[in-house]
């Protein structure tokens, strides 16, 4: 029997990977729309920093909060990107973004305390905050706002319990970028600012904005990490920016359920802030063209995209036309057509219908997934 704590929703996006990475060891060639993650090696001067760190033997635990140099080079980071005052005590490296994520939440929310996030959203947000005690309040964002989260929609929202908003900018699944007007008026309405930013650096029109332009460390907490921008996503680094008593609970967390990220990925982190500038555009560009391509040959086959996405790389495309089962069409696309895709109810009622596309792959697999994907929808259309 296990407890009800551990009653979780499934991550949906994993539910179809696996069941079309098993079609994939019974010899079927399935093409992956479904996971973000970027299909590039990790830049070599990540590779070489961690290859030098263990020939230094950097193999043993490291300071709980992370080691100084890597704080320093993220701290530096948001001062030069952002002009954000960020110092090394306001940072606290973690095993990936998503125990950073769980840390925040288990340190600032009791039970019964309030978020207030989007609708649709990341499909994890939701159980993060629940399983520490709080209370999700969806606020729904809609095409015709440009998937903008109103600050005056938010502001109803708000009650006595409200601790946090949560925002992720450029967002998953969306693709859209926030305003930095909408940022600065979220952080005037009382509660601390929790910004996702895992996709900053992956934008194709204008510039992403952080929280941290608008308010410090007491009105906000940024949460970020090296999986999407420098392609690191099993390397497992992340980290969070915050106030330092919101810090020093978290470093108890840390401290007790984790101990520290892993030295010899800690050095690799600060390569990849200091010495891959020129593969991180590389790496950008050919999504840009990526998303141009899949932008393109979407509107080929009919398809709706209802806000053309401008950062990170997903596409979140109507289906309304035939399906109100998100979930049941994209098991039908994989075993039919064998594209696998994500289905919008992952990411909120309000996304049900939609299908995410992630364009995190080659042009060529985009072309081959495309084709696949029209005959399906033609044989829909026939039906």
Known sequence: MVSSRADVKPFLVMEILE????????????????????????????????????????????????????????????REAYGAPVSAEDVMVTSGTSPALSMLFSALLNPGDEVILSNPYYACYPNFISFAGGIPVFVDIRPEDGYQ????????????????????????????????????????????????????????????????????????????????????????????????ELIRAMQKLHQNF?????????????????????????????????????????????????????????????FREYTSDSLALAYDILRKAHVAVTPGIDFGSNAEGYLRLSYATSIERIAEGMARLGRYVADLRQS
């Open 19 to 78: 069941e079309a990475v098993a079609m994939q060891r019974a010899g079927v060639d399935v093409v992956h729309f479904e996971v973000g993650e970027p299909d590039f090696d990790t830049p070599e001067p990540v590779k070489e920093a961690a290859r030098r760190a263990l020939d230094r033997n950097e193999t043993h635990y490291t300071h709980s909060l992370g080691i100084r140099e890597l704080r320093e080079a993220i701290a530096a980071h948001y």
């Open 149 to 244: 989260l109103r600050p005056d929609a938010v502001r109803a929202r708000l009650s006595a319990r409200t601790k946090a908003i949560l925002v992720n900018s450029p967002a998953n699944p969306t693709g859209v970028v926030l305003d930095g007007t909408v940022l600065a008026e979220l952080t005037q309405l009382g509660p601390l600012v929790v910004s996702d930013e895992i996709y900053h650096g992956l934008v194709y029109e204008g510039r992403a904005a952080s929280v941290l332009e608008s308010t410090d460390t007491r009105g906000a907490a940024v949460l970020n990490g090296f999986s999407k921008l420098y392609a690191m996503t099993g390397w497992r680094l992340g980290y969070v920016i915050a106030r330092p």
């Open 258 to 318: 984790a101990i520290s990220a892993s030295a010899f990925v800690q050095r690799a982190g600060i390569a990849a802030l200091t010495e891959t500038a020129a593969d991180v555009e590389r790496m950008r560009r050919t999504y840009a063209e990526r998303r141009r391509f899949m932008l393109d040959a979407l509107a080929g086959l009919g398809l709706r995209v209802p806000v053309v996405p401008t950062g990170a790389f997903y596409v979140l495309v109507d």
